[in-house]
């Protein structure tokens, strides 16, 4: 009889209070960062925190659509996020403000955020190099 091995622990894929960001100091303290990626109908702005996970902020303005087309982008970037919240190599706040485009599917979305990530940690990691060296 052969011992069976146990399944890998998968992560959770929840998306708590605390993986929100709030509040217009924590929105303001992101957008004076300047670290700003552009990918399709997306833009991300970035800052390292000093916690060891992300948190998302949503910006989703009229021009968008109407309620339920704003609604409808912002449950499937929250919904895109929950799947890839385990990717993002250290804490980051991040905002995505969203411009005006027909919803994608939330495939699209995860393929956006994961294009994200590594552009968004290569430009912080050369910033923060950039400031380190004399």
Do not use: C
């Not at 069976?4 to 605390?18: G, V």
């Not at 916690?51 to 912002?74: C, E, Y």
């Not at 995860?110 to 552009?119: K, S, T």
């Amino acid at each position: 009889m052969s011992d069976p091995t146990p399944p890998s622990p998968r992560p959770r894929l929840t998306l708590p209070a605390a993986l929100k960001l709030s509040g217009k100091l924590a929105y303001a303290a992101v957008y004076d960062h300047k670290l700003k990626k552009l990918l399709g109908p997306l833009i991300f702005h970035a800052r390292p925190n000093d916690l060891s996970h992300p948190r998302l902020g949503l910006a989703v303005s009229t021009r968008v659509g109407n309620a339920i087309v704003r609604n409808r982008v912002k449950r499937l970037l929250r919904e895109a996020f929950r799947h890839t919240q385990h990717d993002w190599p250290a804490g980051y706040d991040l905002i995505v403000v969203v411009r005006p485009h027909a919803p994608l599917t939330l495939a699209e979305y995860q393929d956006i955020l994961a294009r994200a990530i590594p552009a968004i940690h290569a430009e912080s990691s050369r910033r923060q190099r950039r400031t380190a060296s004399p």
